[in-house]
T-cell receptor
Framework: DADVTQTPRNRITKTGKRIMLECSQT?????MYWYRQDPGLGLRLIYY???????NKGEISDGYSVSRQAQAKFSLSLESAIPNQTALYFC??????????????FGEGSRLTVL | KQEVTQIPAALSVPEGENLVLNCSFT??????LQWFRQDPGKGLTSLLL?????REQTSGRLNASLDKSSGRSTLYIAASQPGDSATYLC???????????FGTGTSLTVIP
């Protein structure tokens, strides 16, 4: 089983619909991240959470919200989806050690298409 | 803000060739640098992680080096194979804010 699991893997929806992407991890990491990937733009940070009570906006948080339900679960919501939110979304985790390993681990991605 | 650049954006080589992928970053205040592989439409798989105090890391046919002072890292792939065809991304973990910044990747094609 994957250490970082994302659901759904693929979703097609219509403009204005509410969408939730879910992420769960078994790595025991405190830090979780949501990124989106667009061709030519690389990976951009949407939101990140350093623990259950700590949630922070990334560089492109407008139009998105998140919920950290538990250490292992971090969900991304699009309250009213629009076509330019069509992208590949990734959840990632890392440990909390500041000068330690700090390796980043990714889920398989959720491909979202907004019509 | 940290900027991470990967050049070239695409590379095509014949099977068996040794090759080098480049990654440069603007701010040397980093905790570590990580190299990833991404197959089309798939997630990112971690290949190598180099801590800021290290100069290189090796895994099989892969060797990554880090020159923090000059803001450069290279990923060396020995005896390339068609199965190495993928996009390779580098990411740095910065000290200020403890965030990760990614390059846009190098798309590698190894021709049989």
């Amino acid at each position: 089983d994957a250490d970082v699991t994302q659901t759904p893997r693929n979703r097609i929806t219509k403009t204005g619909k509410r969408i939730m992407l879910e992420c769960s991890q078994t790595k025991g990491h405190d830090r979780m991240y949501w990124y989106r990937q667009d061709p030519g733009l690389g990976l951009r940070l949407i939101y990140y959470s350093f623990d259950v009570k700590d949630i922070n906006k990334g560089e492109i948080s407008d139009g998105y919200s998140v919920s950290r339900q538990a250490q292992a679960k971090f969900s991304l919501s699009l309250e009213s989806a629009i076509p330019n939110q069509t992208a590949l979304y990734f959840c990632a985790t890392s440990d909390l050690r500041g000068q330690g390993i700090g390796e980043l681990f990714f889920g398989e991605g959720s491909r979202l298409t907004v019509l | 803000k940290q900027e991470v650049t990967q050049i070239p954006a695409a590379l095509s080589v014949p099977e068996g060739e040794n090759l080098v992928l480049n990654c440069s970053f603007t701010d040397s205040a980093i905790y570590n640098l990580q190299w990833f592989r991404q197959d089309p439409g798939k997630g990112l798989t971690s290949l190598l992680l180099i801590q800021s105090s290290q100069r290189e890391q090796t895994s099989g046919r892969l060797n990554a080096s880090l020159d923090k002072s000059s803001g450069r890292s290279t990923l060396y792939i020995a005896a390339s194979q068609p199965g190495d065809s993928a996009t390779y991304l580098c990411a740095v973990r910065v000290v200020v804010g403890n965030q990760f910044y990614f390059g846009t990747g190098t798309s590698l094609t190894v021709i049989p």
